[in-house]
């Protein structure tokens, strides 16, 4: 089974940067579409970012689109979020998310694995 772990949270302040990674297990990472969503305490989970199979395709949320950038690495078999100017809204935990019939979307219910998450915190 594929197994995602996200890294790279923290505490940072307002206006700092950070980049998460999401290392997946297994040999097909290249076949799937990979997404990031953020869950802050008591709200529901929302969609950050899409990237298609080969990297060519993103899909962003409006709230942090021109700060944020996903990217991938199938030779590492990694995906990342670069985020810069960050805001204590996008305080939460980050979790990546694996879609294996490829498709990029925003919606929750197409992606079939989640890693567990990594805290990120931005203080103002």
């Known amino acids: 089974q594929v197994q995602l772990v996200e890294s790279g949270g923290g505490l940072v302040q307002a206006g700092d940067s950070l980049r998460l990674s999401c290392a997946a297990s297994?040999?097909?990472?290249?076949?799937?579409?990979m997404a990031w969503f953020r869950q802050a305490q008591g709200k529901e989970r929302e969609f950050v970012a899409a990237?298609?199979?080969?990297?060519?395709?993103?899909l962003y949320a409006n709230s942090v689109k021109g700060r944020f950038t996903i990217s991938r690495d199938n030779a590492k078999n990694t995906v990342y979020l670069q985020m810069n100017s960050l805001k204590p809204e996008d305080t939460a935990v980050y979790l990546c998310?694996?879609?294996?019939?490829?498709?990029?979307?925003?919606?929750?219910?197409?992606?079939?694995?989640w890693g567990q998450g990594t805290q990120v915190t931005v203080s103002s």
């Open positions: 998310a694996a879609n294996f019939r490829g498709n990029v979307g925003s919606d929750r219910g197409r992606y079939e694995r």
């Open positions: 297994g040999r097909t990472f290249s076949l799937y579409a």
């Open positions: 990237v298609s199979r080969s990297g060519v395709d993103t």
